[in-house]
């Protein structure tokens, strides 16, 4: 009776491992297949109260994506995360001015026209404004 306790663990576990280990081997190929993200930061600029780093950045996954630009607001220091969420972000590549006028209160300046696809009025109880 032992013998056969003892074949019917090593074929359970055998039942279980073995797919366990193909999901997990295609999973893993699939998943190098598809391309990472890289952040190219472009400015940083710390808040008064010395909270937050307003970030501005262009975000590359792969090579059809289209040229952008994009600001977030980060704890101070921290890098900035593949899927950062961004207040703002512009379907385009350029050049932004901004500055922090209180702790509370961010202004950035637009280039017009501009391929707006998302402009937050605020984040992280930060107001901002836009020119």
Do not use: H
């Not at 090593?10 to 190098?32: E, F, H, M």
């Not at 297949?33 to 952040?39: A, F």
């Not at 090579?63 to 600001?71: E, F, H, I």
Request: with cysteine; glycine share 8%; proline share 8%.
């Amino acid at each position: 009776m032992a013998a056969s306790n003892a074949f019917r663990f090593r074929s359970l576990v055998l039942l279980l491992t073995l797919p366990a280990l193909l999901v997990g081997a295609a999973l893993w190929i699939l998943g190098s297949l598809v391309p990472g993200c890289s952040v190219d930061e472009q400015a940083r600029l710390g808040s008064p109260d010395g909270r937050f780093d307003l970030v501005i950045f262009s975000r590359i996954c792969g090579p059809s994506t289209a040229p952008n630009t994009q600001a977030a607001l980060l704890p101070l220091g921290d890098g900035v995360p593949d899927d950062a969420a961004s207040f703002l972000i512009i379907g385009e590549k350029v050049t932004l001015s901004a500055r922090w006028n209180t702790p509370a209160s961010l202004q950035i300046a637009l280039p017009l026209p501009a391929d707006i696809r998302r402009q937050d009025a605020s984040v992280a109880g930060i107001a901002v404004t836009y020119d």
